[in-house]
């Protein structure tokens, strides 16, 4: 059985950092191009970051230089480093991969505020 387990999410103070990481059981990690969406209220689900099975990456303009992707195929675990946050960064965060089938975490939510 497949499961994606996001982590990492809280409140935080604008121009601050979280580290979320999304945990990958039933499929095979390492031959999978991970991602990174979010989905604030009212707003349409957007990619943030991608990363391939060479570790070559993709950022949304929004979060590019701010936020970085990475994997760990020896933990079979994505991470996304995000530094420098901005109100705007508040959204529901998904982990998300394909298989034959759309996969998709739980989400974890993120809230940049003072």
């Known amino acids: 059985q497949v499961q994606l387990v996001e982590s990492g999410g809280g409140l935080v103070q604008p121009g601050g950092s979280l580290r979320l990481s999304c945990s990958v059981s039933?499929?095979?990690?390492?031959?999978?191009?991970m991602n990174w969406y979010r989905q604030a209220p009212g707003k349409e689900r957007e990619l943030v970051a991608s990363?391939?099975?060479?570790?070559?990456?993709n950022y949304a303009d929004s979060v590019k230089g701010r936020f970085t992707i990475s994997r760990d195929n020896a933990k079979d675990t994505l991470t996304l480093q995000m530094n420098r946050l901005k109100p705007e960064d508040t959204a529901l965060y998904y982990c998300?991969?394909?298989?034959?089938?759309?996969?998709w975490g739980q989400g974890t939510q993120v809230t940049v505020s003072s």
């Open positions: 998300y991969t394909n298989w034959v089938y759309d996969y």
């Open positions: 039933g499929l095979p990690f390492s031959f999978l191009v």
């Open positions: 990363i391939n099975v060479s570790d070559r990456t």
